[in-house]
């Protein structure tokens, strides 16, 4: 038997020769049908992989999104903890980055150097121009980057300032296996532990009633007037002793306070009588 017409069927991807045999026509046909349930099948699971894997893909988008928002909060919570801390730091502070641009500035930085700018208003200026509005002798405390060199200034000084304010500076350079990263300056107003020092100073070298220097600062001072006259034959100079006549009468008949007294005005005449570099 052979098929000299036929039909096509839609749902079966097969072509009918016109004489063919029933048996190979039959094959053919179980061949095609055979073949259309396979690459139903193979199509089936790999719609079922592409599927679990578009799955997949979007579920790890959707946790990697979740983590990244995660980060960036914790990320901004940490930069609004350290931006308090520098703002509340005692003492001026100041920020630059790579470029030598300010990325960060507290309101004491500008305030400490008497510039006339706020912090908000120093934000991503230049060094240069920072430079420029604080002026040469402000702009010396603080040292350029010198790569592979050594700063000029050092990295802690104290300052005085024309208003008569003492101030400490320091300044740190941000490396990375030698690579620079921009720079840290910290401003700090010392005026008060300088005069508590000088304070101390004082009391340690001078007589507490007359103002003069006491024994250990005399000492101190003539021995190194006495070196540099070793040194130079041509310093001369002349150690004088006073004597008050009858002063401890003074302190037998009217007492230890009029002495004082006494003592205090003797001292007065003394230093109304030698010049400024008389010891």
């Known amino acids: 038997r052979r098929f000299y017409s036929w039909h096509r069927a839609e749902d079966y991807p097969l072509v009918i020769l016109v004489g063919l045999g029933a048996e190979k026509s039959l094959t053919l046909v179980e061949e095609g049908i055979t073949q259309s349930h396979w ?17 997949a893909f979007w579920t790890q988008r959707s946790v990697r999104s979740a983590d990244l928002q995660r ?65 040469p002798e402000t702009a010396a405390w603080f040292p350029l980057y010198q790569p592979g060199g050594l700063s000029e200034t050092a990295p802690s000084q104290e300052v005085a300032t024309v208003r008569g304010c003492h101030l400490e500076i320091d300044h740190i350079d941000i490396l990375q296996e030698q690579r620079y990263f921009g720079a840290i300056w910290l401003v700090r ?7 508590h020092e000088l304070m101390l100073a004082e009391l340690a070298s001078t007589d507490t009633l007359t103002g003069l220097p006491n024994r250990r600062s005399f000492m101190q001072s003539i021995n190194t007037l006495y070196q540099g006259a070793l040194r130079d034959n041509t310093i001369n100079g002349v150690v004088m002793m006073l004597d008050i006549d009858r002063f401890k009468r ?29 010891i």
């Open 189 to 195: 107003d010392i005026t008060e532990r300088k005069r």
């Open 71 to 135: 980060v960036a909060d914790a990320l901004a919570l940490e930069t609004s903890r350290l931006n308090t801390v520098l703002e509340w730091f005692p003492g001026g502070m100041l920020i630059k980055d790579t470029d030598d641009r300010i990325v960060f500035v507290n309101a004491l930085w500008p305030q400490l150097l008497g510039l006339n700018a706020s912090a908000a208003s120093l934000l991503g200026v230049h060094d240069s121009e920072l430079r420029a509005l604080m002026g």
């Open 39 to 55: 690459q139903s099948g193979t199509g089936s699971a790999l719609l079922l992989i592409t599927g679990l894997a578009l799955t």
């Open 250 to 278: 003074v302190n037998d008949t009217y007492g230890h306070a009029t002495g004082d007294i006494v003592l205090k005005y003797g001292a007065k005449l003394i230093q109304a009588s030698i010049r400024a570099t008389d």
